[in-house]
C-alpha cells in the first residue's frame, strides 16, 4: 500500500501549478519533504497522470539496461533524479546501487542476484 494514493497525488500537482509552493503545501499536507511535490510534478508534466502512477518497486532490469542507464546519465552528465525520471526508474537511489555494484565488479556485478542461490545443499 503506498503511503499517497493517486488522487491526493493529482490534487497536490495541480494546487503546485496554480501557483502555490512545494514547500507551502509539504506543511499543509504534512509530506516530509518538497522534494517529493517537485518529483511528482517534474513526472506528471513528462508523463501526464501515468506518471503519477504507482510504480513496482519489484521491476526487474536486464543488466544491459542498467548499463545503458548508467552510460546515458555519464554522457549527459545527469543527476541521479534526472536520470530516474528519465527512465521512469521508481528511485534515484537504485541508479546509485548500479553504480556502486559497477564500480566494484564490472557488469558482473548488475546481474541479478535475488533468492536462495543455486548451489545450496539442502540439509538431509
Known amino acids: 500500500m503506498t ?11 495541480t ?10 503545501l509539504a506543511r499543509a499536507y504534512g ?3 518538497y522534494s517529493i511535490i517537485l518529483d511528482w510534478v517534474h ?14 518497486m519489484s521491476q ?14 555519464t554522457q549527459n552528465r545527469a543527476s541521479l533524479p534526472v536520470t530516474a525520471l ?7 537511489s537504485t541508479i546509485w546501487q548500479w ?6 565488479s564490472g557488469i558482473a ?3 541479478r542476484k535475488r533468492g536462495n542461490s543455486k548451489h545450496m545443499t539442502k540439509y538431509k
Do not use: C, M
Not at 503511503?3 to 500537482?13: E, P
Not at 513526472?43 to 513496482?56: C, T, V
Not at 528519465?86 to 534515484?92: A, G
Not at 553504480?99 to 566494484?104: T, V
Open 109 to 111: 556485478g548488475l546481474e
Open 60 to 73: 526487474e532490469y536486464s543488466s544491459q539496461f542498467k548499463v545503458d542507464v548508467l552510460n546515458w546519465k
Open 86 to 92: 528519465h527512465f521512469d526508474l521508481s528511485s534515484p
Open 99 to 104: 553504480e556502486r555494484r559497477f564500480k566494484k
Open 3 to 13: 503511503k499517497f494514493n493517486l488522487d491526493f497525488r493529482i490534487k497536490v500537482v
Open 15 to 24: 494546487e503546485y501549478l496554480s501557483g502555490k509552493g512545494s514547500t507551502a
Open 43 to 56: 513526472r506528471f508534466e513528462r508523463r501526464g497522470i501515468k506518471g503519477l502512477k504507482d510504480r513496482s
Open 31 to 33: 509530506i516530509s519533504t
